[in-house]
């Protein structure tokens, strides 16, 4: 099936602008993660979503970035006011939920972020 | 909130030759240890994982182990090859589904 797709593959953008960054995730995922990867660094968690509960923002660095998670599915990552220090790589994720037993998170192919 | 911690940051190795990477973590409640694989350029792959009530676990060429008492869990690859070449990443759970990553080692087989 499917894996967990993103938009765009690449994005380069002035400082100062904002940007939105797409996450499809894997169909019957309840569970959806964003994170971000800077050159030859590990994976900082963002936020989290899972079904209808509030998401987990305690990863976002600054008030700048927000994120949506529309009808379970898509979710949508925006930065706002762009900083050269946002370059990144942003990872979404998506796996099965529960409250007892954790699953396999599958990752996307990521987007890339340039900022100008 | 929990902390992971990954040793080394790069192990270089000899094609055949055995690698160790080591995590620990924080948190006592953290019952979920993931390890995930990153080829150059592609996305995370998850490798192998341990929960809590085990000690140990092996697939083929890779193995876990878990300490709860010292919080510390480790990766084991034997016979090591050059497509093992990737970064590889230690996780711990924290909460329902949150996974705490480590820094990352990279790893290189050298033929």
């Known amino acids: 099936g499917a894996g967990v797709s993103q938009s765009p593959s690449n994005k380069v953008t002035e400082k100062g602008k904002d940007v939105e960054l797409r996450c499809d995730p894997i169909s019957g995922h309840t569970a959806l993660y964003w994170y971000r990867q800077s050159l030859g660094q590990g994976l900082e968690f963002l936020i989290y979503f899972q079904g209808n509960s509030a998401p987990d923002k305690s990863g976002l660095p600054s008030d700048r970035f927000s994120a949506e998670r529309t009808g379970g599915s898509v979710s949508t990552l925006t930065i706002q006011r762009t900083q050269q220090e946002d370059s990144a790589v942003y990872l979404c994720?998506?796996?099965?939920?529960?409250?007892?037993?954790?699953?396999?998170?599958?990752f996307g192919p990521g987007t890339r972020l340039t900022v100008t | 909130g929990e902390n992971v911690e990954q040793h080394p940051s790069t192990l270089s190795v000899q094609e055949g030759d055995s690698a160790v990477i080591k995590c620990t973590y924080s948190?006592?409640?953290?019952?979920?240890f993931p390890w995930y694989k990153q080829e150059l350029g592609k996305r995370p792959q998850l490798i192998i994982d341990i929960r809590s009530n085990v000690g140990e676990k092996k697939d083929q060429r890779i193995a876990v182990t878990l300490n709860k008492t010292a919080k510390h869990f480790s990766l084991h690859i034997t016979e090591t090859q050059p497509e093992d070449s990737a970064v590889y990443f230690c996780a711990a759970r924290e909460g329902f589904q949150k996974l705490v990553f480590g820094t990352g080692t990279r790893l290189l087989v050298s033929p």
């Open positions: 994720a998506s796996s099965l939920a529960g409250t007892s037993v954790s699953y396999e998170q599958y």
């Open positions: 948190d006592s409640a953290s019952n979920y």
